[in-house]
């Protein structure tokens, strides 16, 4: 006791000098529930000082044009609200948060608040495995499951933050079996209307679970096939589905935009930098040689547990068909992973005195997977997180840019 007190006064401290330093010592000291406090924090720190990408800009501008002076029914009777989605989580923040302030650091860091406490909620349903004597390649397992979802994802504020939320409520569900828990993972498409693609999953996942697994191999084998064929299926959607055609952001519904962004797409898959594009075939290919092993030694489907890896399977399948639209197929391939991770760690720390002798091997094997996905996503931002301001400063700091001549005007 008298150790983790020293513990959190030691970060106390030095939380005030350097949040993320604060945040290395909480990963070192990963099994301590406190030092998921400190890991906000220095999130916060990190989206208050890291700048503007993605969709986050997008929102803090809907702030000062949309927000400020008006009542919630002037902003909600606005359509102009809705072009970043017709979901209420995003309305919600941009709401409170102008209430009080238009500073886009403020903003920012509101969404890594939201973020990473909802990234948080989906770690803690591991924790009665994590914080059990981890053999490394256990450890080497966890990691890949905090780090296949790039931590910038914040700044597409609703996605990732509803979708951890969903994740997290999944896994309680699995981890107690009550079924409130999975009802409450409904409460996801309040962040992003799309993650009712994970409720339905969910729900099909139940309805598999009485058929033979072969039905789900035979799906996600002809996914496969379907997509070499590269179809574009938002036409049939909003052809066939009025709510599709009514209700979804102007992005998806405006042919002209549509098409600039299929364009878009087939230019990007075609000039992808292939260190970053196979990161996640390469993950999923590692794991499912890890569960190879795993079998080869004895190490069945985990009779808890295996909701998990068949849910991976049939959220991969609907990527799958999705693979036409390059968001969609990204966002919940990498879902699929996740939960894959997820379940991969699951039955290595339930099997660790199985495996006991070969636990060298497996490390060995799963270091380059776990470098790769820890490195790939810091070296990708390296410009927005290689300057020594960001490293050194604190929340009592002011700066104005670095070196590398980043453009940090956004703050104020």
Not at 357 to 379: D, G, N, S, W
């Given at each position: 006791m008298q150790g983790r007190i020293k513990y959190i006064l030691l970060q106390m401290l030095v939380v005030l000098i350097s949040p993320l330093s604060s945040f290395l010592i909480s990963v070192r000291y990963y099994k301590y529930n406190v030092s998921q406090i400190f890991f906000i924090i220095a999130a916060v720190y990190l989206g208050c000082n890291m700048g503007f990408v993605y969709d986050l800009m997008r929102h803090y501008q809907d702030i000062g044009n949309l927000y400020v002076d008006r009542s919630l029914g002037e902003i909600l009777d606005d359509p102009r609200v809705f072009i970043l989605g017709p979901d209420y989580y995003h309305i919600t923040i941009k709401y409170i948060v102008s209430r009080f302030t238009t500073s886009?650091?403020?903003?920012?860091?509101?969404?890594?608040?939201?973020?990473?406490?909802?990234?948080?909620?989906?770690?803690?349903?591991?924790?009665?495995?994590?914080?059990?004597?981890?053999?490394?390649?256990?450890?080497?397992?966890?990691?890949?499951?905090?780090?296949?979802?790039?931590?910038?994802?914040?700044?597409?504020?609703?996605f990732w933050t509803g979708a951890f939320y969903f994740f997290g409520m999944y896994l309680k569900y699995v981890n107690t079996r009550k079924k409130r828990y999975f009802l409450l993972s409904f409460l996801a498409v309040y962040f992003h209307y799309s993650l009712i693609t994970l409720i339905c999953v969910s729900l099909v996942n139940f309805v598999l679970s009485f058929i033979t697994p072969y039905v789900r191999y035979g799906l996600l084998a002809f996914s496969l096939f379907y997509k070499t064929l590269n179809v574009d299926f938002v036409p049939l959607l909003l052809k066939y589905i009025p709510w599709v055609r009514n209700n979804l952001s102007i992005a998806v519904t405006d042919e002209k935009i549509h098409n600039s962004w299929r364009e878009h797409t087939a230019e990007f898959r075609a000039n992808e930098n292939l260190v970053y594009g196979y990161r996640l075939p390469f993950l999923m290919l590692a794991a499912y040689l890890v569960l190879l092993f795993f079998r080869l030694h004895g190490v069945k489907l985990d009779k808890q547990y295996k909701i998990l890896f068949f849910f991976s399977l049939t959220l991969w399948t609907v990527a799958n068909f999705g693979f036409g639209d390059i968001t969609f197929y990204t966002r919940f391939l990498e879902g699929s992973v996740l939960m894959l991770y997820a379940y991969v760690f699951i039955v290595s720390v339930k099997n660790q005195e199985r495996i006991t002798?070969?636990?060298?091997?497996?490390?060995?094997?799963?270091?380059?997977?776990?470098?790769?996905?820890?490195?790939?996503?810091?070296?990708?931002y390296r410009a927005h997180l290689m300057h020594p301001e960001l490293f050194l400063g604190n929340f009592f700091m002011e700066w104005d840019g670095?070196?590398?001549?980043?453009?940090y005007a956004w703050k104020n």
């Open positions: 886009a650091s403020v903003f920012a860091g509101v969404a890594a608040l939201v973020y990473s406490s909802c990234f948080i909620f989906f770690y803690r349903q591991l924790s009665q495995f994590y914080k059990q004597k981890l053999a490394l390649f256990s450890v080497m397992l966890l990691l890949c499951t905090v780090t296949i979802i790039e931590f910038w994802w914040y700044q597409g504020v609703r002798h070969y636990r060298l091997v497996l490390f060995v094997f799963l270091f380059l997977p776990a470098i790769y996905a820890i490195l790939t996503p810091l070296v990708q670095n070196g590398l001549k980043i453009d």
